[in-house]
Each structure stands twice: as structure tokens, then as C-alpha cells.
Nanobody, 120 residues
């Protein structure tokens, strides 16, 4: 059973910052790249950023220079530091393990996500 618990979302003004956290099960975390995804109302879920077990990072073009993904292997937690937030960043943010070779989520099951709302 997939165990993913996202937290850290909230309401923030444009230009503001938030830090998201995702706690994963030890087995999932230690064996996999991890990624952040988001889904806005009426849109498909999309990848935001991903990080391998060795620390190689990938970012979607729309967050490059604004978001930073990191992982704490001792705590089985992946983070997403978000800065210079825009209204179009409003979405529910999810994490999941990443099938890096196939560039897709490794599991079909998802956590509850955390809502990020960027609005003045």
C-alpha cells in the first residue's frame, strides 16, 4: 500500500513562498526517485519536479528558477520550496515515486495532496 502524506499548502499572495513536504514509506522512498505533481481544476495532473535517489533534479519549464526540490533520505521526506508564486500555480500538489526511465509516476495510488492557492 502506497503511503504518501503531503503537507505545507495554503493561501499565499502572488510573489510569496511556500514549502511543501511529503512523507513517504521507507521502502518507497529509499528505492525510488521522487516527484511532485500538481492538478489544477479542470486540468490533467502534471509533473512539477523530480529528484533521483542520487540527487539529480528535473524541473518543468514553468517552475524553473522558482521552485527547488530536495529530499531528506534519513527522514524519507521530499520537499518542494516554492518561490515567486503566481496565480497559475494554484493547484492541489501531490507527491509520488517516479519511474524515471518512463517519465511517469511509479504508482497508481496517490496521497490526499495539499492545496496551494495563490491569490491576492
Amino acid at each position: 500500500q502506497v503511503q504518501l502524506v503531503e503537507s505545507g499548502g495554503g493561501l499565499v499572495q502572488p510573489g510569496g513562498s511556500l514549502r511543501l513536504s511529503c512523507a513517504a514509506s521507507r521502502t518507497m522512498f529509499s528505492r525510488n526517485a521522487m516527484g511532485w505533481y500538481r492538478q489544477a481544476p479542470g486540468k490533467q495532473r502534471e509533473v512539477v519536479a523530480a529528484i533521483t535517489t542520487g540527487g539529480i533534479r528535473h524541473y518543468a519549464d514553468f517552475v524553473k528558477g522558482r521552485f527547488t526540490i530536495s529530499r531528506d533520505n534519513a527522514e524519507n521526506t521530499v520537499y518542494l520550496q516554492m518561490s515567486s508564486l503566481k496565480p497559475e500555480d494554484t493547484a492541489v500538489y501531490y507527491c509520488n515515486a517516479v519511474d524515471w526511465d518512463r517519465a511517469r509516476p511509479a504508482y497508481d495510488d496517490w496521497g490526499q495532496g495539499t492545496q496551494v492557492t495563490v491569490s491576492s
